[in-house]
């Protein structure tokens, strides 16, 4: 018996050596690593070790978002699940992202007569359902192969503002057409300007009312979850992702038509306020930076007449600042002063996350992962199924702090935790 209990104490030890390593990034080995471990102490509590290892069958099973995570991973190639996971390096900043959330408390109130919830917002001439934003997410069909128009098609049915990402899979029109009303563009600028121009002037006829432009992408990012992932992924691939640009652009259809034979890369590193000054006088779109995280930046672009600013570090794939979006938030919302609207993205999870960031001074906030685990587990009824789940627990937060409207939640409905 003495025997048993110490390679059974062993055992565990070992597993929580395996999930503190650099193994534990390889897409398919730390969900079993650390399954495996949770199971082993349930069992020593006289728990029922199936209970950490189910996997959704449908999204009406969900609990929570966090539980799309694994049905995607469980639907996809480990590459095209690696290329969804990643950050940069050992993925400090994603993770960081999220734990910004558990810094705050939220400050219930009592007797506020929370009846009816709106949770309506007001971004520039658009009323929307929820402050909750599609936010730009890549080559959907390596996901699903209806790709952004599920995306599009769940967006309509749920009423939420969709922003389509320039390495969409889907032509903008088509986009449109699913969703039914105008989506927004996301501007990857490239290192050729009329490339650049190219993309704007094909979204602005489309009816695309803002472009997003893309401006923390400075230099290549070091995705290491991403390259650890294609080590373990033996498919044969060369059809679908040929090397360099004109590889990738032939599956990215906002290219068509226009002469690539310069462009190198999708970002331009060299991009600067003289860039947006001449944005703006190329487009008669609403002009949004997406990768405003500083004070600094943020009192720069209300000076050059942005209309906007995204608070996001790429979901953590941008560089390994390990500073999340909701730390930036503040004194980005600070130095906007209500001058123009702040969105935020990055490590929402949950309807209290949503909550934080409006109180801290958001105007709109954006996910991306959740979503697309939604979309690749599921299609359009799992991407739907994470808009409702994390609707839902925004209203039930705004009940429970006595907030009967978005505009009631303040800098003093949350408050920070002690150290």
Same mark, same amino acid.
Request: aromatic letters at 6%; proline letters at 5%.
């Given at each position: 018996?003495?025997?048993?209990?110490?390679?059974s104490?062993?055992?565990?030890?070992?597993?929580?050596?395996?999930?503190?390593?650099?193994l534990?990034?390889?897409?398919?080995?730390?969900?079993?690593?650390?399954?495996?471990?949770?199971?082993?102490?349930?069992?020593?509590?006289?728990?029922?070790? $199936?209970?950490?290892?189910?996997?959704?069958?449908?999204?009406?099973?969900?609990?929570?978002?966090?539980?799309?995570?694994?049905?995607?991973?469980?639907?996809?190639?480990?590459?095209?699940?690696?290329?969804?996971?990643?950050?940069?390096?050992?993925?400090?900043?994603?993770?960081?992202?999220?734990?910004?959330?558990?810094?705050?408390?939220?400050?219930?109130?009592?007797?506020?007569? *929370?009846?009816k919830?709106?949770?309506?917002?007001?971004?520039?001439?658009?009323?929307?359902?929820?402050?909750?934003?599609?936010?730009?997410?890549?080559?959907?069909?390596?996901?699903?192969?209806?790709?952004?128009?599920?995306?599009?098609?769940?967006?309509?049915?749920?009423?939420?503002l969709?922003i389509?990402?320039t390495?969409?899979n889907?032509?903008?029109?088509?986009?449109?057409?699913?969703?039914g *009303?105008?989506?927004?563009? $996301?501007?990857?600028?490239t290192?050729?300007?009329d490339?650049?121009?190219?993309?704007v002037?094909?979204?602005?006829?489309?009816?695309?009312?803002?472009?997003?432009?893309?401006?923390?992408?400075?230099?290549?990012?070091?995705?290491?979850?991403?390259?650890?992932s294609?080590?373990?992924?033996?498919? $044969?691939?060369s059809?679908?992702?040929?090397?360099?640009?004109?590889g990738q652009?032939?599956?990215?259809?906002?290219?068509?038509?226009?002469?690539?034979?310069?462009?190198?890369?999708?970002?331009?590193?060299?991009?600067?306020w003289?860039?947006?000054?001449?944005l703006?006088?190329?487009?008669?779109?609403?002009?949004?930076l997406?990768?405003?995280?500083?004070?600094?930046d943020?009192e720069?672009?209300?000076?050059?007449?942005?209309?906007?600013?995204i608070?996001?570090?790429?979901g953590?794939?941008?560089?390994?600042?390990?500073?999340?979006?909701?730390?930036?938030?503040?004194?980005?919302?600070?130095?906007?002063?209500?001058?123009?609207?702040?969105m935020?993205?990055?490590g929402?999870?949950?309807?209290?996350?949503?909550?934080?960031?409006?109180?801290?001074?958001?105007?709109?906030?954006?996910?991306?992962?959740?979503?697309?685990?939604?979309?690749?587990?599921?299609?359009?009824?799992?991407?739907?199924?994470?808009?409702?789940?994390?609707?839902?627990e925004?209203?039930?937060?705004?009940?429970q702090?006595?907030?009967?409207?978005?505009? $009631?939640?303040?800098?003093?409905s949350?408050?920070?935790?002690? *150290?």
């Amino acid at each position: 018996m003495r025997r048993l209990q110490i390679t059974s104490r062993g055992r565990r030890e070992f597993l929580r050596f395996l999930a503190a390593s650099p193994l534990a990034a390889l897409p398919g080995f730390a969900p079993g690593i650390l399954a495996d471990l949770r199971a082993t102490e349930r069992r020593s509590r006289g728990g029922d070790p $199936q209970e950490d290892t189910f996997v959704l069958n449908s999204p009406e099973q969900a609990l929570d978002v966090m539980e799309f995570e694994a049905a995607a991973r469980k639907a996809l190639p480990p590459a095209h699940f690696g290329y969804l996971s990643t950050g940069v390096d050992d993925d400090g900043t994603v993770r960081a992202n999220h734990a910004a959330y558990a810094r705050y408390e939220i400050r219930p109130r009592r007797l506020a007569g *929370a009846g009816k919830i709106a949770t309506s917002v007001r971004l520039l001439d658009a009323t929307w359902r929820t402050p909750l934003v599609i936010c730009p997410v890549g080559g959907q069909r390596a996901f699903h192969p209806e790709g952004e128009i599920a995306v599009a098609r769940a967006a309509r049915a749920k009423e939420h503002l969709q922003i389509l990402s320039t390495a969409t899979n889907t032509p903008v029109e088509e986009v449109i057409t699913a969703r039914g *009303a105008p989506v927004w563009y $996301q501007l990857y600028t490239t290192d050729v300007w009329d490339v650049t121009r190219g993309l704007v002037k094909r979204a602005e006829a489309a009816g695309c009312p803002v472009v997003a432009v893309t401006v923390d992408l400075p230099s290549e990012s070091n995705r290491e979850t991403l390259f650890k992932s294609r080590r373990v992924d033996t498919r $044969q691939c060369s059809g679908c992702h040929e090397p360099g640009f004109r590889g990738q652009a032939k599956r990215r259809p906002m290219f068509d038509g226009l002469d690539i034979s310069k462009v190198t890369r999708l970002d331009a590193g060299e991009i600067s306020w003289d860039f947006v000054k001449r944005l703006k006088d190329a487009t008669t779109m609403k002009v949004f930076l997406k990768g405003i995280v500083t004070r600094e930046d943020a009192e720069m672009a209300v000076e050059n007449g942005v209309d906007g600013v995204i608070v996001s570090n790429h979901g953590g794939r941008a560089e390994e600042s390990l500073r999340s979006t909701l730390e930036s938030l503040p004194e980005v919302a600070g130095a906007c002063a209500g001058k123009i609207p702040v969105m935020i993205d990055g490590g929402i999870r949950r309807g209290t996350d949503i909550f934080k960031a409006m109180a801290l001074g958001a105007t709109a906030v954006g996910i991306g992962r959740p979503y697309a685990w939604g979309l690749a587990a599921f299609g359009q009824p799992g991407v739907e199924a994470v808009l409702d789940i994390l609707t839902r627990e925004l209203v039930t937060v705004m009940k429970q702090a006595g907030t009967t409207s978005i505009g $009631q939640i303040t800098k003093n409905s949350v408050a920070p935790r002690p *150290a």
